[in-house]
């Protein structure tokens, strides 16, 4: 025998429903069958109708007939106590109602009160009953007026069913317990409301409370309906938000074979998850926690759902061996005044053919009522009631507890919210609008106990949430609240949680993630086919740092720091210049004082012997000059020296361009000199007469100053500045003078270059003049040696790394600097110092080897 589904019904239903509004207005027309479904019924000026899943167990078996739909439902039925509650506080609210002058008055309401045996196929059957044709009890009363507004249901599928069924008939639908977001659509559910939260915000607040303990690997357990489904979905769509990942998801149902129920233990048993949310009526997740507790399954902390984390039935020590130390969200709690006596005057005698109340006195008393119109049959109670208990003796019963009222209150809220509107449909009604959904959706108003009761434009209350912990306090398991949760309409939340208050089941807040959090300095590296919470841990690379734990990216360092050997932190490069007081520094810088020290004593001795013929010979003037600016040029190097700045860049490059200008420019004036000498042995010949002192003045002094022109354009243009070069180590910044213009550089050098190559040429051509002591030749070795340098200075320059392109630089100046020392003056010094009988004018001239013409 085939059992329809909501959505195969759905089509079918809606025609039955049309054909039982229309039975009695047709003539002709005769009913071929009625559902025989029980209810509490009173009889009012308006009527409201309810569903409630009294007997908590899904439908079984269902036959069906031709044309019209007989259903015949066989139960193995569970009774819920709290859902009978349920009902009884929708009773006490109406007649709270009723003897309110100011809400409704001189109307009366009534009820009619149906079981949907938590199936979404009985709540169709109950919602196409509730504005049907009344039986023959209820016609007892006399005609009642039709249901104004109905109150269900407590599962979202099955509220699902009743607000498609009566919603293009504009009844308006209220749940107390239907958490589902997709309810909150209003294009398929114009009429739905509800007073409790969607599930959006308890997966929004699910979520929160996942994200502050650290909780980075979960499973997840859904009910096999639109609740369990859509809730799940919900609260994945929100942990995602905060990088926090499902690692499966189990599916129950209380109608599931044993199979079933055994995979998702087996799935559990597998995983390496310590955190489990539950997201299923208490009845579809009871054949689950049964199998956890048989198979021993300890050390899983359960977060719940607001189905069922404070329901009575799974609050039991046995299921706390296995599931304590849960936490769920839940509504707010309210006492309701008088409720608890309204309780204890239930009573199967007063009226023995009341539904439900026979099944409850069973329960709660322990004994089957019998009296005029019950039958005995085949009852399941062994013990046959008296008629003189009562229910005083049972009210520590938690069915008696009123202080702690959550769904019930919820129910309580729904009937006033109904009261309200059909308040403001009578009484206070605008021209043309006499419609219910019209005015609950307006509804706004402060209950009694100070709640705000409103609707959003979804039909959907404020969202605020209690925590709830498991407890076990005397034996018994006690849903004690530690916390709450608030959404705002702006999106923000508020969470406070007592977490010192907290009973953890392991002891302890336990840890859930697929893999360690990573330590400082490496980083999150994605396992391919895995989620994104299951992850190697690499090191960071250099020059990057993770300096918390569990960091998916390195962060790169600034410029002028580098990683750590741990890569945990940054820390400053090493600050790299030639200094004085390292080796290298120490070095040049002895090489260049003993340079200028050689320069000063060399100018000594030209400056003493200057009357004797080796020194009149080699122009003394020129050789002081000479000597002068050799001393500046081996000065110079100290420029490179040390940390660079503004003014030590400047300088470096602008003395060494015109200390060596200013050197070469007296080399070439020598060595004119020479040239023009030795070519004046012929009489006629007035060369050497023209190239006096004052010539070689000017010469050395026009040469030098070009230089000068050309380093006062480069610093006026763009001047040499200290620079920090990044490029050679990540490890240092090395420190050095920017050229500023590498064409300006690279002129004052090629001016260079062309005084010496045009001394060497010079000198070249003088070399082989007859005389002992050809001063030519030894221009030209100098020369030789200074292009050499220079020549050779410009590869190992740009190859040159930090600051050896600095020492370099020096290497070069004091090479060249020695070359022309030693080449020009070491001879003189020689003959002055060590052969002093050869410092004669007749050794110096050597004309005898000169033929005259």
């Known amino acids: 025998i085939p059992i329809f589904t909501l959505t195969s019904l759905k089509t079918e239903v809606a025609l039955v429903y049309l054909c039982v509004l229309c039975m009695s207005a047709v003539k002709g027309c005769e009913l071929l069958g009625k559902f025989d479904m029980p209810s509490l019924f009173k009889k009012g000026d308006i009527m409201i109708g309810g569903i409630f899943p009294v007997f908590n167990k899904d439908v079984s078996n269902i036959a069906t007939l031709t044309f019209l739909y007989s259903y015949l439902a066989y139960f193995d039925c569970v ?195 310590k955190v489990i949310l539950a997201f299923s009526p208490e009845g579809d997740f009871s054949p689950l926690m049964k199998e956890v507790v ?279 490069k090493n600050v790299e210049f030639l200094a004085y007081h390292e080796p290298m520094g120490i070095a ?11 320069s000063l004593l060399t100018m000594t001795i030209f400056i003493h012997y200057r009357e004797t013929p080796v020194i009149k010979a080699s122009n003394s003037e020129l050789s002081c000059f000479l000597l002068f600016s050799l001393f500046l040029c081996f000065l110079c190097p100290l420029t490179f020296i040390g940390r660079p700045t503004v003014w030590t860049c400047m300088l470096r490059h602008t003395v060494f361009g015109v200390t060596f200008a200013l050197c070469i420019s007296c080399i070439l004036g020598k060595t004119i000199v020479v040239v023009t000498a030795f070519k004046a042995t012929h009489p006629s010949n007035t060369v050497a007469v023209k190239f006096g002192p004052t010539q070689q003045r000017i010469i050395v002094c026009s040469c030098t100053l070009i230089q000068i022109v050309i380093c006062i354009l480069w610093l006026k243009l763009s001047p040499p500045l200290p620079d920090r070069v990044f490029k050679y180590s990540n490890k240092k910044i090395v420190l050095e003078c920017n050229t500023g213009s590498d ?21 070249f051509l003088a070399r082989k003049l007859p005389d002992n002591f050809n001063e030519a030749k030894f221009i030209t070795f100098s020369m030789l040696i200074f292009c050499a340098v220079w020549i050779t200075f410009i590869p190992a320059y740009v190859s040159s790394p930090g600051k050896f392109t600095v020492a370099v630089e020096i290497f070069a100046i004091l090479s060249s600097a020695f070359g022309l020392l030693i080449s020009i003056f070491a001879p003189k010094c020689y003959i002055i110092l060590i052969k002093p009988e050869k410092n004669t004018r007749k050794h110096v001239m050597g004309k005898n080897s000169l033929q005259k013409p």
């Open 588 to 598: 040049l810088t002895v090489v260049a004082l003993l340079g200028a020290s050689l």
């Open 79 to 273: 009774y819920d106590l709290r859902a009978f509650r349920w009902t009884q506080v929708m009773i006490f609210a109406i007649e709270e109602i009723n003897n309110d002058p100011g809400l409704l008055p001189n109307i009366s309401l009534g009820y009619r009160i149906l079981n949907s045996c938590s199936s979404p196929t009985n709540t169709l059957r109950a919602a196409l009953t509730l504005p049907s044709r009344q039986d023959e009890k209820e016609k007892a009363y006399g005609c009642s007026p039709g249901i104004s507004a109905v109150i269900a249901e407590a599962g979202s599928s099955q509220s699902l069913a009743v607000a498609g069924i009566l919603g293009p008939f504009q009844v308006p639908v209220v749940s107390y317990f239907s958490t589902c977001a997709c309810l909150s659509n209003r294009a398929k559910y114009p009429t739905f409301f509800r007073t409790i939260p969607s599930d959006y915000f308890q997966a929004k607040a699910l979520a929160v409370l996942v994200k502050h303990f650290g909780w980075e690997w979960i499973g997840a357990i859904q009910s096999d309906n639109d609740y369990g489904r859509n809730g799940i979905l919900a609260f994945t769509e929100e942990v995602k938000k905060f990088g926090i990942c499902i690692a499966f998801v189990g599916t129950v149902l209380r109608t599931y074979p044993q199979e079933k129920i055994l995979k998702v233990i087996e799935m559990i048993k597998e995983s390496s998850v």
């Open 294 to 572: 048989k198979h021993n399954i300890t050390g899983i902390q359960w977060l719940a759902s607001e189905a069922w984390i404070t329901a009575p039935q799974p609050s039991t020590p046995e299921m706390y061996q296995a599931f304590g130390g849960a936490l769920g969200f839940v509504v707010q709690k309210m006492a309701i005044p008088n409720l608890k006596q309204f309780l204890t005057d239930i009573n199967p005698y007063r009226d023995p053919s009341v539904p439900f109340v026979k099944e409850f006195w069973e329960i709660m008393v322990g004994c089957q009522p019998v009296s005029h119109g019950m039958g005995t049959g085949a009852e399941k109670a062994t013990k046959i009631c008296t008629g003189n208990e009562t229910l005083i003796d049972h009210t520590q019963d938690v069915f008696f507890n009123v202080t702690q009222l959550r769904v019930s209150y919820n129910v309580y809220k729904a009937v006033y919210a109904i009261a309200h509107a059909l308040h403001q449909l009578v009484f206070c009604q605008p021209a043309g609008e006499k419609n219910v959904t019209y005015h609950l959706q307006r509804v706004n108003f402060i209950n009694q106990f100070g709640d705000n009761v409103f609707f959003d434009e979804n039909g959907n209350p404020p969202a605020s949430y209690d925590i709830i912990n498991w407890q076990l306090k005397n034996g018994q398991v006690q849903h004690v609240t530690l916390g709450h949760f608030t959404s705002t309409k702006n999106g923000d939340y508020t969470l406070s949680i007592q977490e010192e208050n907290i009973v953890w089941r392991t002891g302890k807040v336990p840890t859930s993630v697929c893999s360690n959090g990573c330590p400082v300095g490496t980083r999150k590296a994605q396992i391919k086919g895995k989620p994104t919470c299951c992850f190697d841990c690499i090191p960071c690379a250099d020059g990057t740092i993770a300096n918390l734990t569990g960091t998916s990216e390195c962060m790169p360092c600034p410029q002028e720091y580098w990683s750590s050997e741990r890569k945990d932190v940054c820390i400053l």
């Open 743 to 763: 064409v300006a550089f690279y002129v004052v050098l090629g001016y260079i270059g062309f005084l010496a190559v045009v001394c060497l040429v010079l000198a």
